[in-house]
């Protein structure tokens, strides 16, 4: 398989998690980084009308796993810690987060992640831990 094609079965693989219908995300993925993207509304906000840190936990895990997963061709990656800082708070407008692997060995990767407002202010950062799971990549739902 080539980088490309196991790029776009991850994107495939990420469009088809169930969770992703609330979000409606656009990713990308290159060798060692993704991107996403979700348009911003008031489902996603707290009581007090700002988005709720759930959202930016989610932005920031899954570019970084989807990093991650770029690295790894044939097992599906877990995420085995993850912190996030929440910098800036925002309410309306787009989400974007980039996550790239600072460092990989043979048993796990290291990535960190960025999230930005719609005016390129960064708005929440996190890093995490991941290693290699069990489930091989062509058994997740969307990876063919």
């Known amino acids: 398989m080539t980088n490309e094609s196991h790029f776009k079965q991850l994107i495939s693989m990420y469009a088809a998690a169930p969770v992703n219908k609330i979000y409606n995300p656009v990713m990308e993925v290159a060798e060692g980084e993704a991107t996403i993207e979700i348009e ?4 996603y906000h707290h009581s007090a009308g700002g988005v709720h840190g759930s959202v930016y936990f989610k932005m920031l895990d899954d570019a970084a796993f989807f990093a991650a997963n770029s690295l790894e061709e044939t097992f599906f990656v877990l995420t085995t810690s993850f912190t996030t800082y929440i910098t800036r708070p925002v309410a309306s407008g787009k989400m974007k987060a980039i996550g790239k692997v600072v460092n ?32 091989p990549l062509t058994d997740a739902a969307g990876y063919e």
């Open 104 to 135: 990989k060995n043979k048993t796990q990767f290291i990535a960190e992640a960025i999230v930005y407002d719609s005016e390129d202010r960064e708005i929440g950062r996190g890093n995490g831990i991941f290693v290699k799971g069990k489930l």
């Open 40 to 43: 911003l509304s008031e489902k």
